[in-house]
């Protein structure tokens, strides 16, 4: 409504605006206005600690797994989210058996926690925090790669549940790593100079190593004989052979040993 005075509007008179608590009562909050679509939908679980390499069988070692938005390096916090970790074999479409790996799940303060069946629905309760945006367990593989039809395995972790929320989290995937039980290591009686001159001391010129086969805990293991291959690699690239192999010759050695060469 206006007010007009010698020609002039002097006044504007509005109709009242509905406050957004009108009509609520007393101590009761306004509904939180909803997040956008975007922030919601686009949601995406990533690994922090990816696996050891070639970890030995019943070696714990660690995860962290983030819940983050698929824009965001920052974890996406706030909601307690279930979550499952599984290990399949290196080609991702085929499951190891659950009795090959025990999954552990880790407190904030670094402590094991008991699995909760009501938390996860395999048991395990594993759940990325609400405060801290993560998910931390340890992992123990029972099973070597000779047990896992000789292959790499790999972890996926995906959000646990069957809601429309579970279903538009993204999954992850672990690096692949391959389950020892032994490991063979390089130990030298003096170390190697830089430079090596092959026409130089006669046949006494050498170059000297033992190798050992070693258990987890880093001990000598005696009960078992393996043939060796001596492989010549460039320093400068570590998967690219030398192409003439004949410049390494492998002297002495324990019975059963053998060397061999490959070129590319």
């Not at 009108?22 to 922090?48: C, H, S, V, W, Y």
Request: with cysteine.
């Amino acid at each position: 409504e206006r007010v007009i005075k010698d020609g002039r509007v002097v006044a504007r008179a509005e109709h009242p605006r509905e406050h957004p608590m009108a009509g609520k009562p007393r101590g009761e909050a306004a509904e939180p206005a909803a997040a956008p679509a975007q922030q919601q939908t686009n949601l995406a679980l990533k690994f922090d600690d990816e696996p050891p390499e070639y970890p030995f069988v019943n070696q714990v070692f660690e995860l962290s797994v983030y819940l983050v938005h698929g824009d965001s390096p920052s974890p996406g916090v706030g909601v307690r989210t279930p979550i499952e970790l599984r290990v399949f074999l290196e080609d991702g479409t085929t499951e190891v058996d659950a009795a090959a790996y025990e999954i552990i799940p880790v407190a904030a303060d670094g402590a094991a926690t008991t699995p909760a069946e009501e938390d996860h629905p395999r048991g395990g309760g594993l759940a990325i925090s609400a405060i801290s945006g993560c998910c931390a367990a340890r992992v123990r593989m029972r099973r070597s790669c000779v047990e896992l039809e000789h292959k790499a395995v790999k972890i996926r972790a995906s959000a646990a549940g069957s809601s429309a929320r579970a279903r538009s989290i993204h999954e992850a995937w672990s690096t692949a790593f391959v389950v020892v039980r032994h490991r063979l290591s390089i130990e030298y009686a003096a170390p190697w100079k830089p430079v090596f001159y092959k026409d130089m001391g006669g046949k006494d010129n050498c170059l000297e190593a033992t190798v050992k086969l070693l258990d987890g805990r880093g001990r000598a293991v005696t009960d078992r004989r393996l043939r060796l291959a001596a492989v010549l690699y460039r320093t400068d690239n570590k998967d690219a052979p030398v192409v003439d192999q004949s410049i390494l010759k492998v002297l002495g050695g324990s019975p059963g040993s053998s060397s061999s060469s490959s070129s590319s």
